[in-house]
């Protein structure tokens, strides 16, 4: 059974129906894409006070991974099903018409030989900018991301990334 977050954490985030009125919106629309050793995630949200409202979501299992630890490169098969669940984040994006977004791609991009090439196909192939981040602002992103979830009296917080190709571990000390 998979665990559950707690929802008086604040950490599940309520998905509204995609069908809003478009035009009638008066906050900009944020996304925040990651693509990572197995998913492909995106989120697509409206500020709404000191928080975000999830208007839209996408989530892919695209095994970009399979096969580099063996041969060094993103096999011809994962780069496919990569840019096929990216044509999919291009169109939510239009749809949406997202101005302000951060797309980015995590270790498998960063340890595969052809990890650019691929990154340069999907801009070609979908219109879609991404970056392969460091390792360090993906371990630090993570931390960010954890945020909500600390307390004015937490002393210490350890955050612990479990990725598909990678695991990240940040220990920080508050006070």
């Not at 970056?131 to 954890?146: G, M």
């Amino acid at each position: 059974m998979t665990p559950q977050r707690p929802r008086s954490a604040g950490a599940v985030p309520n998905t509204v129906e995609p069908n809003v009125d478009h035009k009638a919106q008066v906050q900009p629309l944020y996304a925040a894409l990651d693509l990572g050793t197995n998913s492909c995630r995106m989120l697509i949200a409206q500020p709404d006070g000191a928080q975000f409202k999830i208007v839209d979501s996408f989530s892919k299992s695209v095994q970009l991974g399979v096969g580099l630890a063996e041969t060094g490169r993103l096999s011809r098969t994962s780069m496919n099903r990569t840019v096929q669940a990216l044509r999919i984040c291009s169109q939510k994006l239009k749809q949406y018409r997202v101005k302000k977004m951060r797309l980015v791609a995590t270790e498998a991009c960063r340890r595969a030989d052809n990890g650019a090439m691929l990154i340069r196909h999907i801009r070609k192939e979908t219109g879609l900018n991404l970056e392969i981040i460091r390792a360090e602002e993906e371990a630090q992103l993570a931390v960010i991301s954890c945020a909500p979830l600390v307390t004015t009296d937490t002393d210490q917080l350890l955050v612990v990334d479990i990725g598909g190709g990678s695991t990240r571990t940040s220990l920080d000390r508050f006070g």
